[in-house]
């Protein structure tokens, strides 16, 4: 009945769980490239060092890491030179835990505007892995400026096939910490404890990822614990693809690539229907 | 209907007073479970009478259905918490109803709020264009319309500064650019003509009108009756979230003013009299210039108060008729009475006051009515204040002061008088 008087949109009550829009996020893609490039461009407007800092932060953090984990702690780094070694993961982690730290708070922090206007909400969290994304590519370069350095002084380095897996890890670290950020964020409009609990377990998280440490240094028997840990094959496949160090295990893999799809299906299901009506909550 | 485009159906809307949930995530889920299997929820507060509250909500909109026709300009009014703003949020999508259902046909665009979206360390153009997608448009679509917008918006000079350097009124004006040039079928306006200074707020209603004369659908709401009465043909009363009215302008914001206030009050079935053992109020009318009680005037049109009382005994006193003419707001535009006063016999009494066209400002007044006397110190015999309302009504057809559709928007006063003006050249 409705149909032959052709509605464009029908405002219903919020019912089902599984009304995900997908041609409408589309239709708003020229407002995720904005955002993009808002928060590209915004991010360190009024800074002396300016975009610098894309590249500051990982390089720090890696000397920091090397000093302490490397040289005090003097934790083994299956024999590849420190820098590179805590760099690869540091790299991979922070584009995690930016994706999943930034897209956490969506509802919180943009109540304000979805408060006013009404355009696909994810949007805002799509836009915000995009924009972790080029951080992430051009911290990439800077590690690939170093694996050229550590190369060509003869590291013993053995890049692998596996480099051409990145791309679909990459895709997956984005779509990982996308869809838990998004379950965060659907969580948080009611519960607020977990935007703390976000900060402080992605730090905690870390620690739980073979990132100052090498796999090989587990024992067998806790290797399966990690298993669980869908981060830690990504960075341990990102490491052996580069620097041939550790291992791959696509069984692994897969289970983390299942676990990726099942958080970011739950995300987004969560995330489409509390949507409608958080603006109440918030 | 094929001219409809907004259809609401029963639509409601509550919301949870006090703590939205258990505040723990146990006594949510417990709830939730009771919920799931259709149990009480033994976390429901219980009341004296020991039945179970389902909540203590508060319902911002109740069972509300209405139409709105392609063309219309519709206004929302109604005291503050009567749902208005809760009605454009639901439109606009930003929350969704607890129960009915809203049918929309085209693009909805709200000036909810101007400048949505605006970062402050972005440049005009680059705001633009954040804030144009934002409102819905495609970015091709708005680098057609940039000429325009820059131009509506009169920042030209500072398009490539970051808006934190502009002034709220630059700043207003961008953000007001952007929304004027949406385009969209159906346009929700909220108050966002209380911003801006006066040429700004001209254009505004300006590009309202042509919006709506361009046969999109505007839906308004605002607090200015005289903005409404003077864009609106037709207009939603909402009341604790339910439409008390709904109808032709004029009788919506009459029955919003006196809550049921009419051109004819009749005093003498009240069951209760009206006065003092000297004089009672019988009635009062507004009618036009053929004695017709009426309730919409045109502002070009002479029009009369008529009052009917009864003198109870024959004294000395020269009793004085005296109206008040109030506008919204509580304003007194003036006080009228008589030039030469008589001394009455008792007896029934007419009295009428003759009010010029082209006098009286558009929009609506009250009026009270009242017999005072001054024999020897001031009494009021009876003061019934608000009792009559009626409306004025610019045709808006450019005749009345307006220049053909030079000016547009509200004319600020209580009255416009017609004066005259001379011009002579110095030598």
Redesign the interface.
């Known amino acids: 009945m409705?149909r032959q008087?052709?509605?464009?949109?029908?405002?219903?009550?919020?019912s089902g769980w599984l009304n995900f829009n997908l041609a409408e996020l589309w239709r708003?893609r020229?407002?995720i490239?904005?955002?993009v490039?808002?928060d590209f461009?915004?991010i360190y407007?009024?800074t002396i060092l300016g975009p610098l800092w894309f590249l500051l932060q990982p390089l720090f953090s890696t000397l920091v890491f090397t000093v302490i984990f490397g040289k005090i702690a003097n934790i083994p780094t299956d024999g590849m030179p420190p820098m590179l070694f805590y760099m690869a993961g540091i790299v991979a982690w922070n584009y995690f835990a930016t994706c999943l730290t930034s897209t956490s708070n969506t509802f919180v922090a943009n109540a304000g505007?979805?408060?006013?206007?009404?355009?696909p909400r994810l949007t805002v969290p799509v836009s915000v892995v995009i924009v972790g994304l080029l951080t992430f590519a051009i911290q990439l370069f800077l590690f690939i400026g170093f694996f050229f350095y550590f190369y060509l002084r003869g590291a013993p380095l053995q890049p692998s096939l596996w480099i051409l897996a990145m791309p679909l890890l990459v895709v997956q670290m984005g779509i990982l910490g996308l869809g838990m950020g998004i379950l965060v964020s659907s969580l948080t409009t009611?519960?607020r404890d977990l935007s703390f609990a976000v900060g402080f377990g992605t730090q905690l998280g870390m620690y739980a990822t073979p990132i100052v440490y090498p796999m090989s240094q587990i024992p067998e028997r806790w290797q399966w614990l990690y298993a669980i840990n869908p981060m830690a094959s990504i960075v341990e496949t990102f490491r052996f693809a580069f620097l041939g160090s550790g291992s791959v295990n696509p069984q692994y893999l897969a289970i983390s690539a299942g676990m990726t799809l099942l958080i970011f299906f739950v995300g987004i299901v969560l995330f489409s229907r509390i949507e409608?009506?958080f603006?109440?909550?918030v | 209907m094929s001219d409809t485009v907004i259809?609401v159906e029963h639509l409601s809307k509550e919301?949870?007073l006090g703590t939205?949930?258990h505040g723990t995530?146990y006594r949510?889920l417990q709830s939730w479970s009771a919920r799931l299997l259709g149990k009480e929820d033994p976390n429901s507060k219980i009341d004296s009478i020991g039945r179970r509250v389902r909540n203590s909500a508060f319902k911002a909109l109740d069972d509300v259905s209405f139409e709105v026709k392609q063309g219309d300009v519709l206004g929302v009014i109604g005291r503050n918490g009567a749902g208005k703003s809760t009605l454009l949020?639901?439109?606009?999508?930003?929350?969704?109803?607890?129960?009915?259902?809203?049918?929309?046909?085209?693009?909805?665009a709200?000036l909810?709020?101007v400048g949505?979206?605006f970062?402050p360390?972005?440049t005009g153009r680059?705001n633009i264009?954040?804030n144009g997608?934002?409102?819905?448009m495609?970015?091709a679509e708005i680098q057609r319309k940039l000429d325009g917008i820059v131009d509506f918006s009169g920042v030209e000079q500072f398009l490539d500064s970051?808006v934190k350097r502009y002034s709220s009124g630059m700043y207003v004006r961008l953000a007001f650019a952007v929304a004027a040039h949406l385009e969209p079928e159906i346009l929700l306006v909220d108050e966002v003509l209380a911003v801006g200074d006066i040429q700004f707020q001209k254009q505004c209603l300006g590009k309202m009108k042509e919006i709506s004369e361009g046969g999109r659908t505007v839906i308004f709401v605002s607090h200015s009756l005289q903005t409404i009465s003077s864009l609106c043909e037709k207009c939603l009363l909402l009341e604790d979230g339910r439409i008390k009215r709904f109808g032709a302008t004029t009788e919506v914001v009459l029955e919003y003013l006196g809550g049921g206030g009419s051109s004819c009050a009749n005093f003498t079935n009240l069951g209760k009299v009206v006065g003092d053992s000297f004089v009672q109020l019988l009635m009062g009318e507004v009618i036009n210039n053929k004695q017709e009680p009426v309730n919409e005037i045109d502002i070009r049109e002479p029009l009369a108060i008529r009052m009917r009382f009864r003198v109870l005994q024959d004294s000395a006193i020269r009793y004085i008729p005296n109206f008040h003419f109030i506008v919204p707001g509580g304003l007194y535009a003036f006080v009228s009475s008589p030039q030469k006063l008589h001394r009455l016999s008792s007896g029934d009494y007419e009295t009428t006051c003759y009010i010029p066209g082209n006098f009286l400002n558009e929009g609506a007044y009250y009026v009270g009515l009242a017999i005072s006397s001054y024999e020897p110190g001031l009494t009021i015999h009876f003061f019934e204040p608000a009792v009559l309302t009626f409306n004025i009504k610019d045709p808006m057809d450019g005749s009345v002061g307006r220049y053909g559709f030079g000016y547009a928007n509200v004319m600020p006063g209580v009255v416009r008088p017609q004066l005259d003006w001379g011009v002579q050249k110095l030598t």
């Open positions: 409705d008087d052709n509605w464009t949109t029908i405002i219903r009550p919020v708003y020229d407002l490239v904005l955002f490039r808002r461009v915004a407007k009024q505007i979805f408060g006013k206007v009404y355009f009611k519960y409608k009506t603006m109440d909550t | 259809k919301y949870h939205i949930s995530l949510d949020k639901i439109i606009s999508r930003v929350t969704a109803p607890s129960s009915g259902a809203i049918k929309i046909k085209g693009h909805v709200s909810l709020e949505t979206g970062h360390e972005l680059e264009f954040l997608t934002i409102l819905g495609r970015k970051p």
